[in-house]
């Protein structure tokens, strides 16, 4: 009965010492496993991120049916947005173009058969302000460059305009 019990402790001990060898690598195992998961996740997380920013992205390019804003500058033809429009009034509080396209006067625009609304103003000056409003909008510090590359001839006119628009 003795050698019986030393034979049952002794086959214990040796089980209890393959079980945590077993345990040990196991563990380790899963700790590795661990590591992998949480680096997979911070570059989930990352690309979560960097497809965020990409959808922002293009949603900013990407004009809504709603904002879109159909001209007729003296017979030049345009197509913008509000958002880009009402960028006059981030750099002129009192811009009658900034508040013309504000929603507040919506009734008050009267559009053609093409859904434009028509200016009588020149539509060659005006291509320079919508330019700058685009550029201004996008946060470009140039954005007013090309105006003040006109020629003192057409810049008396561009004055002329940008006091018409407030």
């Known amino acids: 009965m003795e050698q019986a019990l030393q034979t049952y402790e002794r086959a214990t001990k040796e089980a209890m010492t393959e079980f945590r060898a077993v345990w040990e690598v196991e563990k380790e195992k899963l700790s590795r ?3 992998e998961l949480e680096e997979d ?27 879109r804003v159909l001209l007729d500058v003296g017979g030049k033809h345009y197509a913008t947005t509000r958002r ?8 002129a509080p009192d811009s009658y173009l900034g508040a013309m396209f ?19 103003r ?7 302000i919508l330019d700058f409003l685009r550029g201004h909008n996008a946060g470009d ?13 057409q810049m008396a006119a ?4 940008l006091d018409y628009y407030g």
């Open 84 to 91: 880009t429009l009402t960028t006059a009034l981030t750099v």
């Open 41 to 67: 996740r911070t570059c989930l997380e990352s690309d979560r991120a960097a497809l965020a920013a990409e959808i922002a992205g293009v949603e900013g390019m990407v004009a809504r049916p709603t904002d």
């Open 33 to 35: 496993e661990r590591l």
């Open 122 to 128: 020149s539509g060659a000056m005006f291509e320079y």
């Open 158 to 161: 561009m004055r002329q305009e």
């Open 141 to 153: 510090e140039h954005a007013a460059f090309a105006i003040h590359a006109l020629p003192e001839t």
């Open 102 to 120: 504000s929603g507040r006067h919506e009734r008050r625009l009267q559009r053609d058969e093409e859904g434009r609304v028509f200016l009588d």
